[in-house]
């Protein structure tokens, strides 16, 4: 079965071409996953106080995850062969569990082995997704489909920053971590009632670590759209960490608002991205090729790093809200049709090319927003480091938009 056809076998368990129960299995895994990523930084101030040690430290936690998480992007495909995508479903989840009870029991050390146990299954979210989701989806809805799954990543951000600050000061930030071990053990469970009918493309005599194992680099090397995909999405994610990592910093040093006025701008920022998403994948679906709307969004967030590089005090306040909101919408919006758009041109190496899309995003992730902030740093001001951003987000975007698109696909 290739990337792109439909499973008719399922069209009985969905409605208008969305398979709703693979739908919001990988969508709870994706935000449980994420919410536990998240739970360490949300909690640092705490956890420094009670452990005694610097807060920063902490803050590695994230930075940790992402870089094992390339790692296990790239080596999921290979183990979703042989063990089927649901058993790798659990597997993450249970990388989950285990991370969430050590972290609540240890200390500092603790933490970072937590962030490698975490990080060995974090990669693998997406693929699973994709492997579970592409057969069961009608090609017409596929990028909302895709979309909607990755409001996984910011909904688990968002239920970190809420609720555990909460469960933190009733009953201390131990107990923060071990309260979210309760729906990952339910997932799992829930997992393993679908196992026989969604695992059964498993191949249980496929061996493990031989050629297959590098498919995705392979895809890299041998595919021209894949490289050029691969590199966007390195370079959009990155810009979607500096955005989210220096705003309010800037906001305050720059346009003289208080911290509460800045956090409200990053919240705006957050939503942005979350509404957009369901709206680019049917925008996607129905008018403009994934590849080309990806590219569109390039130049959208060029826009956005330009003028959020002119913020000052002369600036209104609705003129900053307005460049928040663009920002998000295109930089943290992208993200849904980015892996839609892997699964589909990776065709029968679906998966394999989702493993390759997270291990270029979560690269991204790791390297730009250092070099945002050595920029930030050296020159002591923000629009340089802006307008360094905008070239990368138009340089991208304009590579997407001139490639030749497969005759089938150009017009979305």
């Avoid at 919001?24 to 956890?47: D, N, R």
């Avoid at 330009?306 to 943290?332: R, T």
Wanted: net charge neutral.
């Amino acid at each position: 079965m290739t990337g792109t056809e439909f499973d008719h076998k399922e069209k009985a368990h969905t409605r208008g071409g969305i398979p709703y129960g693979p739908l919001l299995l990988t969508l709870a895994m994706q935000t449980l996953a994420t919410m536990a990523a998240f739970s360490a930084p949300t909690l640092a101030p705490e956890i420094a106080r009670d452990l005694n040690v610097d807060g920063t430290l902490i803050g590695l936690f994230v930075s940790t995850v992402y870089g094992i998480g390339i790692i296990s992007a790239l080596l999921s495909p290979d183990f979703i062969q042989k063990y089927g995508a649901v058993r790798v479903g659990q597997f993450v989840m249970l990388g989950v569990v285990a991370m969430l009870a050590v972290a609540g029991s240890g200390d500092l050390a603790a933490l970072a082995l937590c962030a490698f146990v975490l990080g060995s299954g974090y990669g693998a979210t997406a693929p699973v997704s994709t492997h579970l989701l592409i057969p069961r989806t009608d090609p017409k809805v596929l990028n909302l489909v895709f979309s909607i799954r990755q409001i996984g990543v910011p909904l688990g951000g968002v239920l970190a920053a809420l609720l555990l600050p909460l469960v933190t000061v009733a009953f201390g930030w131990r107990l923060a971590f071990y309260v979210q071990i309760v729906p990952a053990v339910l997932l799992i469970l829930l997992f393993q009632f679908y196992r026989r009918d969604w695992d059964s493309d498993r191949r249980s005599s496929h061996t493990l670590f031989r050629s297959e194992v590098l498919r995705p680099l392979y895809l890299l090397r041998d595919n021209p759209l894949m490289r050029r995909l691969s590199v966007a999405s390195f370079c959009y994610a990155g810009i979607q960490l500096c955005f989210i990592g220096f705003m309010a910093l800037h906001l305050t040093d720059e346009t003289g608002l208080d911290l509460v006025a800045a956090g409200q701008v990053l919240a705006l920022y957050q939503i942005a991205g979350v509404t957009s998403r369901p709206l680019w994948g049917w925008i996607a679906d129905r008018f403009l090729a994934p590849i080309r709307l990806l590219g569109v969004l390039g130049l959208l967030m060029a826009i956005a790093a330009i003028a959020a590089g002119q913020f000052s005090e002369d600036w209104p306040i609705l003129g900053v809200l307005l460049i928040a909101a663009l920002a998000g919408a295109s930089a943290s919006g992208f993200t849904g049709i980015a892996y839609g758009a892997f699964a589909v041109y990776g065709g029968a190496y679906r998966t394999e090319a989702t493993a390759l899309g997270s291990s270029a995003m979560f690269a991204g992730v790791l390297i730009l927003p250092t070099s945002f902030g050595l920029i930030v740093g050296h020159l002591d001001h923000y629009w340089a480091a802006y307008g360094i951003l905008a070239g990368i987000a138009v340089l991208s975007g304009l590579m997407l938009l001139l490639i030749k698109l497969p005759k089938t696909e150009a017009s979305g």
